[in-house]
């Protein structure tokens, strides 16, 4: 019997674009420095035989549409984890296959156990493991509490051995922790490779498919923190979540990149304890806590995250530099918003910034990417550079332009009531949207409207 030839190809780790031999420069997305050596088998040609031929041996099931059942919400396993319910859009569809990823030591293997334990009361769970042993596992359930009834663990790597456990298992709910540990015995190249990891992927998303059982993989993240191997890894799977944090705090942030069954814009929040994750069901107040009062260079801004509008505090340090260069540096908002922002304030407000160093922070471990923080994070630095301080009372929601206008935002009802629920009693809003309100919904509370960022700076 001839062996199989063998041959070495070069694979994208960003985009699973394939070459024969190695470039500098992927030639599909234009990344540097992403093509990886990958062995693999060569295919053997089948002489003889035509597509038509093919096409007459299908064995494949042909439905009408209309006799096809519809996704239901009754087909969809509510965790009881309000903010993990959120992100995947009310709850597990069957059949779903979800890709969690995160840094190391964010938390994804405490929060699938948490999850294990939340279902097992009503169904068959399945964790598969190829990175820590069992006893580990178990020592891990004890610290949270977990409820261990139809929990079965399996400390496996083979692909086809794991395929083989859940066909004869099949349990209600599989986890895979994690798919760069899991290999093919078909594939030469190691586990955690371009090759094994898509192969992989796609044998448990059949599996998955067929016997509509939801299937959640643990995926490690590369040093750009996106998920570690080639983007077809994120085609395939129907739900891409990412859990993010500051290691040194206790805050973690589940977002949605991708979602066939529900919005990409919804994100759960989870305090990291030592009995494991507890929901945050009020995020605004968690993130004010402990503001200054009276303290220049600092003011609330509210963001809108999906359906969830979400209080922030924003702080600005301004002052002067020791060098030749000011320096800028931004902590949870963008850093070429940042520069924009203090360069409408030099030329439409009249502050010089030129020689003085700024530090802009988001409280929390929030990254703000919503424009509508854009007045407060003028309001502080201009709060930081005059010592002046914002009225703890008041909060500024606005887009600035680059012509000092403050443009309207959407969502500015649902802003201003979360803003109103958490006690604060004057709002700065832009001019455009108060037109679009009706005053009688905010009794307790004092509408500014403003135009430009000059009228916003001398009302403090």
Known sequence: MAKDKLKTIYVCTNCGETALRWVGRCPSCGEWNTMTEDVVREEKKTAGRTVSKSLLQAQTQILPLAQVSAVEEKSRIVTKISELDRVLGGGIVLGSVVLLGGEPGAGKSTLLLQLCGAVSPKLNVLYVTGEESVRQIKLRAL???????????AAETDVDAICALIETQRPGLVVIDSIQTIYSPDITSSAGSVSQVKECSVRLMNLAKQNEI???????????????????????????????????????????????????????????????????????????????????????SCTVEGSRPILSEVQALVSKTAF????????GFDFNRTNLLLAVLEKRAGYFLGNLDVYINIVGGLDLD???????VCLAVVSGMTDRPVPDDLIAVGEVGLGGEVRNV??????????????????????????????????????????????AVTLL
């Open 143 to 153: 610290r949270l509490g977990i409820h261990e009834e139809n929990i079965t663990l």
């Open 214 to 300: 939801p299937t959640f993989i643990v995926g490690h993240v590369n040093k750009d923190g996106a998920i570690a191997g080639p983007k077809v890894m994120e085609h395939i799977v129907d739900t891409v979540l990412y859990f993010e944090g500051d290691k040194t705090l206790p805050y973690r942030v589940l977002r949605a990149a991708k979602n066939r069954y529900g919005s990409t814009n919804e994100i759960g929040m989870f305090d990291m304890t030592g009995n494991g994750l507890r929901v945050i069901e009020n995020p605004s107040q968690i993130l004010l806590e402990g503001r200054p009062v009276g303290v220049s260079g600092n003011c609330v």
């Open 324 to 331: 030749g260069t000011p320096r800028r540096a931004a902590a």
């Open 370 to 376: 919503d424009t509508a923080c854009d007045l407060a």
């Open 410 to 455: 959407p969502n500015l009802e649902q802003r201003l009531k979360e803003a109103q629920r958490m006690g604060f009693v004057r709002a700065m809003i832009p001019a455009h949207g108060i037109k679009q309100l009706n005053t009688e919904d905010f009794p307790q509370m004092e509408l500014i409207p403003i135009h430009d960022i000059r009228q």
